[in-house]
Each structure stands twice: as structure tokens, then as C-alpha cells.
């Protein structure tokens, strides 16, 4: 019930916005999307590998979170392009390169994305711990004075588990920014007419795009908690799904569309590295991305087709 509630609500302010916003410039049958083109909610997946080129990333004791996350992406793009031949998938990398988080966002940006997600690998500090004491000299004046020191040693911290992240609501008006400033692609319309339509300071072209990020952000959410629920099904431990202000978590709220960062655990667990090095690991991993996204598909396009069919049957009813 809750979830049904929350597509009614997100989901139907979100195409009452679109259609509002592309009803400005050409009529629009209720039975198409905002492109004007029939098909369905997600057409365009784009997979942001993290880190890449002499950004590594989080290192472990053998591997490289830009290594990882390249393969991972890779496996999960395949499934992807398999499972679901109706849908365009679009990599920010496909080697192991370098590109600012401007040059990702852009990219996904520039291919009309409906979907961003983004792959990482998580590390946490090793752990400083007393493992005795040792017996050092220190000059005391003339003399030296035996003195006793703490002897430590660092051990690999046991953090391990998935998370998933969305933006953090303090940068909701970055991400109504990047709406703004991407409004063609939003609208998929290139006339200058359309660049004015994003002007914020009309009043009415404020509260749309305020709605579009508003429905961008519950369907962040529910495809974050998707992907957990899908982690916690094979047995990885689920850290949640959460909102983030952090450093490399920009470029959710440069994107104009849906968007999330998916954690695939601790690179500096010993356990985890292994994990996520292996093959079967990397593959369980991006099946559960994999079926997570088709879940949330697969509940767009419900919601699609029954308020597809309601706007026909209202349209009937009213040319009687």
C-alpha cells in the first residue's frame, strides 16, 4: 500500500508536470511520452563506472575501486542490453580512463537519460590498536631517562555491506539547477521557445520544475531501496538505502533524471576485496542491480499504462 501511494503521488506529479511543460509547445496524445514518441518510461540507462584513469579511488590490498567498478558496470550494462533490448545503454566510460564528474554528468545528460546509476566501492580506516609497550631512552638533562612507550599496530577495519545512495535533500536546488539548465533535454524540444519556458523566475515555470525534482527524488529513493532489497536476497549485508552530502556524490544532483550511487562494499575488508574480485561476486552484484532496475520498470510502466488508460477513458466519456 505504501509504495502504491507513493507512484500514485510521485509518479503522477511527475507526468502531470511533463505534459504540462510539452502541452506549451505541441499537443501531446496522453497515450505518448514526453518525447512525443510512444514506448515506454525508461528508454536510455546510463552506467557511470566511479573513479577511473589515475583516480583510483578507495585501493585495497591488491585491486583499485576504478578497476571494479569498470567491471562491474561492464557486467551489468550486458545484462542490461540483453534482458532488456528495448533500451539504450550509455557508459561514461568503457576503459579505464579519466573524466571529471562535469564530463559524466554531461554525458548522461546529453543522452536524454532516464536513468543514472552510479558504481562505487566503499573503504573504511584501518583500526590503531595497543599491542604493548617497548622501553625507549630520552635525554633528561645530562642523563637519559628510560621511558615506556605504547607499541600499536593497524588491522584491516571489518566494515563491510552495501549501501545505496541518493542526494541529499539540502541539494535540491542544484539538482532544480541542473533541470533548468538541461530544460531541452527535459522537454526534448529545441526551439528557443523552450529555452524560455525554463526562465525560474516565472512563477509557474518554478513550481514544474520543483515537481519534476520533487518525483526525481521518490523515484531515486524507491530504486535505491529496490537495489538493497535485491543485496539483502543473496546475503550481503544491507547498510541501507540513504541520502548523501558528501564529496563524490555530486554529480546525482548534476543529472537531470532519476539517479543513485550504488556502494558494492568495503574494498578495505580482506574478505569483501576478495568478494568483490571474484567472478561470481561482480556477477551476483550486477544481477541485483539488474533486477532491482527491471522491479522499478516494471512498476513505471504499470503506472503508466493504467493512467494511460484512465486519461482514455476520460477523453471517451467527454466527447459523448
Known amino acids: 500500500m505504501r509504495w502504491n501511494r507513493f507512484w500514485t503521488l510521485g509518479l503522477g506529479t511527475l507526468f502531470t508536470c511533463t505534459f504540462f511543460i510539452q502541452a506549451k509547445n505541441t499537443p501531446v496524445s496522453p497515450t ?10 525508461i528508454r536510455t540507462i546510463v552506467i557511470d563506472a566511479g573513479h577511473g584513469g589515475h583516480d583510483v579511488g ?8 576504478s578497476q571494479l567498478t569498470l567491471q ?18 550509455v557508459y561514461t566510460r568503457k576503459t579505464d580512463r579519466f573524466d571529471d564528474p562535469r564530463v559524466k554528468a554531461n554525458i548522461a545528460n546529453d543522452a536524454k537519460g532516464e536513468l543514472f546509476v552510479s558504481i562505487h566501492c566503499n573503504s573504511a580506516a584501518k583500526i590503531k590498536r595497543q599491542t604493548g609497550s617497548q622501553t625507549v ?7 637519559k ?6 607499541t600499536y599496530a593497524y588491522y584491516p577495519n571489518p566494515a563491510k555491506g552495501t549501501e545505496t545512495y541518493i542526494w541529499a535533500t539540502s541539494k535540491n536546488n542544484a539538482k532544480m539547477e541542473s533541470l533548468k539548465q538541461n530544460s531541452v533535454i527535459v522537454l526534448d524540444a529545441d526551439s528557443e521557445e523552450s529555452r524560455a519556458l525554463m526562465d525560474d523566475t516565472d512563477p509557474e515555470t518554478f513550481i514544474l520544475l520543483n515537481t519534476l525534482r520533487n518525483a526525481y527524488f521518490d523515484q531515486s529513493l ?17 547498510r541501507g538505502a540513504r541520502q548523501r552530502n558528501e564529496k ?25 576485496e576478495d568478494y568483490l574480485n571474484s567472478s561470481s561476486g561482480q556477477s551476483e552484484l550486477a544481477n541485483g542491480i539488474y533486477k532491482a532496475i527491471k522491479r522499478y520498470r516494471d512498476e513505471l510502466d504499470r503506472f503508466t499504462i493504467n493512467r494511460q488508460q484512465d486519461t482514455e477513458n476520460t477523453n471517451t466519456v467527454s466527447s459523448r
Open 32 to 41: 505518448q511520452d514526453v518525447s512525443g514518441n510512444q514506448g515506454k518510461p
Open 58 to 65: 578507495a585501493r585495497g590490498s591488491y585491486s583499485t575501486e
Open 72 to 89: 562491474v558496470a561492464l557486467k551489468l550494462g550486458k545484462i542490461l542490453e540483453e534482458n532488456m533490448p528495448d533500451v539504450k545503454v
Open 137 to 143: 631512552y630520552r635525554k633528561k638533562g645530562k642523563k
Open 145 to 150: 631517562v628510560a621511558v615506556k612507550v605504547p
Open 222 to 238: 524507491r530504486l535505491s531501496t529496490l537495489i538493497e532489497d535485491e543485496f539483502t536476497k543473496v546475503g550481503r549485508i544491507s
Open 248 to 272: 563524490g556524490i555530486w554529480v546525482l544532483s548534476a543529472t537531470a533524471m532519476p539517479s543513485v550511487l550504488v556502494e558494492l562494499g568495503f574494498i578495505s575488508n580482506p574478505e569483501e
